[in-house]
């Protein structure tokens, strides 16, 4: 089955030892001088509606705790399948959004080499020129939600890795990208709790995001 949030099948693992999550690597855009955001179009990359919701509402909480307004796309545009670009900015022009956060999983990877999970190698990155990152948020988001990732048989111990990345909502520059882990997490609120919480203050002491007056 191809699964992009397979976060959401943790609960159905055999893991071990508390969860804990941090980040593996974060880049800031230097060119990025506008204001900082402060209203939110919040996306989750995933084939499964449950997932995107989960995902998009724990999000949209963690925002919202740092003033920042925050749509779930999940309300705005339902859909079972990728969104469309005509539909995301119907919804950007309509709200007045200022930004659009997306997030996709990269890899569940485990303790033990029987089965590895499939999916792309995971290093500490620095977005390059050139697409997916810098094509746009959408281009962005379509390439994430055409990859799969298949969780491995055998668990010991589970890690998993998220990105989010954040663009400005007028042009599609991308304004931070982030890559999070979590460790022996045991079910999908031990890794969208705490990822959503790391991730929403990191843009707030950069002060990529701020209140909305």
């Known amino acids: 089955m191809r699964r992009l949030f397979t976060v959401l099948a ?56 740092q003033g920042v307004m ?24 309509e709200k007045k959004l200022d930004g659009v956060l997306v997030t996709r999983l990269l890899a569940v990877t485990q303790g033990r080499d029987e089965s590895p999970a ?15 990152y810098y094509g746009g948020w959408y281009d962005y988001y379509t390439r994430a939600h055409a990859l799969s990732t298949e969780p491995g048989e055998t668990v010991a ?5 998220l990105e989010t ?5 007028k042009t599609g520059t991308l304004v931070w990208s982030g890559q999070t882990q979590t460790f022996r997490p045991s ?8 990822t959503t919480q790391l991730v929403a203050m990191e843009l707030a002491t950069k002060k990529l995001i701020t209140a909305r007056n």
């Open 118 to 132: 499939s999916a792309a190698t995971v290093v500490p990155h620095v977005p390059q020129h050139g697409e997916p």
């Open 187 to 194: 079910h999908a609120a031990d890794v969208i709790g705490p």
């Open 10 to 65: 943790i609960g159905q693992l055999t893991v071990f030892g508390c969860s804990d999550t941090g980040f593996l690597s974060t880049w800031v855009n230097p060119d990025f001088s506008k204001p900082a955001l402060s209203h939110v179009l919040v996306i989750g990359v995933s084939e499964q509606e449950s997932g995107r919701r989960f995902w998009e509402g724990a999000f949209a909480e963690e925002l919202d705790n």
């Open 70 to 93: 925050a749509e779930e796309s999940f309300l705005l545009i339902p859909s079972r399948g990728a969104l469309t670009k005509e539909a995301v900015i119907a919804v950007v022009r």
């Open 157 to 161: 111990e589970v890690v998993v890795t």
């Open 165 to 169: 990345n954040l663009y400005d909502a």
